[in-house]
């Protein structure tokens, strides 16, 4: 089955740490996303990246680094220096090249405390 | 930047009702998307719309990209409790997708 991956479901960090959340698509799409949702709020860009070893930071990137090594992988590190990182996190993948219709995983919701 | 309403930011609704709910930007844009959201879920990808005046159906899902290019609406006809969700639209900005706050759809049996 193709489709994008994001695991684990639910993350807990004590404050002070990084933690690393996993997005990973086998629908071989060259671009790749995340977003981050607050309760009852919209989707917010955090970074995106159109091909391979290239990413562009979203609207709320202070605080967060991704990588993308490999076509299929998007990782997205959540670092101390993020103040408020306790939210559902959803990653995106699309074909790219003018084509928009962006195919979502099921989210990570990481707790902080 | 672009400026983004969706409206209602909520609806309650009685089973079997229809629904309507909407987007209007401030400027114009080439791609309407539609997507749905379960609780604790990724949004899903519900329908797409490329042309001006284009009406597309999915199912009891009808949405319509609108002529002046600067709104969409999408329609829900005789719900049913599965259509509780989160409901996004989606336009295309530069290299990326921009998102209305979404509609909390609500339905009571």
């Known amino acids: 089955d193709g489709g994008i991956t994001q695991s684990p479901k639910y993350l807990f960090r004590k404050e002070g740490q990084n933690v690393t959340l996993s997005c990973e698509q086998n629908?071989?799409?060259?671009?790749m996303y995340w977003y981050r949702q607050d309760p009852g709020q919209g989707l917010r860009l955090i970074y995106y990246?159109?091909?391979?070893?290239?990413?562009q930071k979203g609207d709320i990137a202070e605080g967060y680094s991704v990588s993308r090594e490999k076509k299929e992988s998007f990782p997205l590190t959540v670092t101390s220096a993020q103040k408020n990182p306790t939210a559902f996190y959803l990653c995106?993948?699309?074909?790219?090249?003018?084509?928009?219709?962006?195919?979502f995983g099921p989210g990570t919701r990481l707790t902080v405390t | 930047g672009q400026q983004l309403n969706q409206s209602p930011q909520s609806m309650f609704i009685q089973e079997g009702e229809d629904v309507s709910m909407n987007c209007t930007s401030s400027?114009?844009?080439?791609?309407w998307l539609w997507y749905k959201q379960d609780p604790g879920e990724g949004p899903v990808l519900l329908i797409a719309?490329?042309?001006?005046?284009e009406l597309t159906s999915n199912g009891r899902l009808t949405a319509q990209f609108g002529i002046t290019r600067k709104d969409s609406f999408l329609n829900i006809s005789a719900s049913i409790p599965s259509d509780v969700g989160i409901y996004f639209c989606?336009?295309?900005?530069?290299?990326?997708?921009?998102f209305g706050q979404g509609t909390r759809l609500t339905i009571n049996p």
């Open positions: 995106a993948s699309s074909m790219g090249s003018g084509s928009y219709e962006q195919y």
């Open positions: 629908l071989n799409h060259d671009a």
């Open positions: 990246s159109q091909i391979v070893n290239d990413f």
């Open positions: 400027s114009i844009f080439n791609t």
């Open positions: 719309l490329y042309k001006a005046g």
């Open positions: 989606g336009l295309q900005g530069a290299q990326k997708l921009v």
